[in-house]
T-cell receptor
Framework: DAGVIQSPRHEVTEMGQEVTLRCKPI?????LFWYRQTMMRGLELLIY????????DSGMPEDRFSAKMPNASFSTLKIQPSEPRDSAVYFC??????????FGPGTRLTVT | SQQGEEDPQALSIQEGENATMNCSYK?????LQWYRQNSGRGLVHLIL?????REKHSGRLRVTLDTSKKSSSLLITASRAADTASYFC???????????FGTGTKLQVIP
């Protein structure tokens, strides 16, 4: 298996633009997680899905953030409009029956 | 808020020495996990210890868990330069799949 795949790996955008991050989980995993990592706040859970259904989105910062999982092999995290304080590394992770999570390589987002 | 807090924040040792890092948490857990993150990469799962276990080994890794003190430690024996990374504990805080990551310990192993 190729592991968790994220795209793009790097994204530079201007404030106010829409940003879409993409994730393909490991086949057979029924949990998918979106995290954000910054120096100041560490690793924060934004939202997680079970069998494509959002279970807990309490970590989503505000209405500018939205996430979808239309099927078992694809998820998106969208920020609209983006702001400089959204600059961070965004990770997608997936897990199956066991609790260990498999992380993707991350998307480094820079909003100028 | 962070469920887990690692200590120390940073640790620098010589290759071949042992490295110990600690994690304290606040609420009851079902299990505790340790992850490693190399610079610029995603986290990699190392080991999981359940709340009814006191010690667990995996290769050069030894994890202990003291639920009465709400703390865990990760020991890396005979460290190598390749062990240079940040190490995070993750606790489930009652929900099995949802975990909260600690602040991390940055380990540097000097060749």
């Amino acid at each position: 298996d190729a592991g968790v795949i994220q795209s793009p790996r790097h994204e530079v955008t201007e404030m106010g633009q829409e940003v879409t991050l993409r994730c393909k989980p490991i086949s057979g995993h029924d949990y998918l997680f979106w995290y954000r990592q910054t120096m100041m706040r560490g690793l924060e859970l934004l939202i997680y899905f079970n069998n494509n259904v959002p279970i807990d989105d309490s970590g989503m910062p505000e209405d500018r953030f939205s996430a979808k999982m239309p099927n078992a092999s694809f998820s998106t995290l969208k920020i609209q409009p983006s702001e400089p304080r959204d600059s961070a590394v965004y990770f997608c992770a997936s897990s199956g029956e066991l609790y260990e999570q498999y992380f993707g390589p991350g998307t480094r987002l820079t909003v100028t | 808020s962070q469920q887990g807090e690692e200590d120390p924040q940073a640790l620098s040792i010589q290759e071949g020495e042992n490295a110990t890092m600690n994690c304290s948490y606040k609420t009851s857990i079902n299990n505790l996990q340790w992850y490693r993150q190399n610079s610029g990469r995603g986290l990699v799962h190392l080991i999981l210890i359940r709340s009814n276990e006191r010690e667990k080994h995996s290769g050069r890794l030894r994890v202990t868990l003291d639920t009465s003190k709400k703390s865990s430690s990760l020991l890396i024996t005979a460290s190598r330069a390749a062990d240079t990374a940040s190490y995070f504990c993750a606790t489930d805080a009652g929900g099995y799949q949802k975990v909260t990551f600690g602040t991390g310990t940055k380990l540097q192993v000097i060749p």
